[in-house]
């Protein structure tokens, strides 16, 4: 009988990041303002200026909080997000399972929950340099 590498069982399909993004700019509400960056080999997804999605070789991972971050931690298939498999879970993002991405219905409400469980900013205007 051949021996599994723990870790490596545990990683699921390999996911293109581009490809995801595409899949989220198609999943998502009409009215959600979406920018793109990429970061560390993957791609943050932001909503209204703000990280709300991680689109890494992982798959797309959703930043959910509250009641909305229980919700979706019980559906079948969705785990939080770790980059690496010793990496200690995310406490904020979860892994959506690969099912759902290929079923827009299913995934826009999630991607609109977490764009609305974002905190607004509580940055304060700086003040301008006062001149002699």
């Not at 793109?36 to 890494?56: N, V």
């Not at 826009?108 to 905190?119: C, D, E, T």
């Amino acid at each position: 009988m051949a021996s599994v590498d723990q870790p490596r069982a545990r990683l699921a399909v390999e996911h293109d990041p581009r490809a995801l993004q595409r899949v989220l700019e198609a999943a998502s509400p009409p009215d959600l303002d979406l920018m793109f960056r990429p970061m560390f080999g993957g791609i943050i997804g932001y909503a209204a200026g703000k990280a709300f999605a991680s689109l890494s070789n992982r798959g797309l991972a959703l930043k959910m909080s509250g009641a909305d971050h229980v919700a979706l931690s019980v559906v079948p298939g969705v785990a939080p997000l770790r980059y690496e498999p010793d990496d200690p879970p995310s406490k904020s993002y979860l892994l959506v399972p690969d099912a759902m991405l290929s079923d827009a219905d299913d995934l826009r409400p999630w991607i609109a929950r977490s764009a609305a469980g974002l905190k607004p900013s509580t940055r304060k205007p700086r003040k301008k340099a006062a001149k002699d």
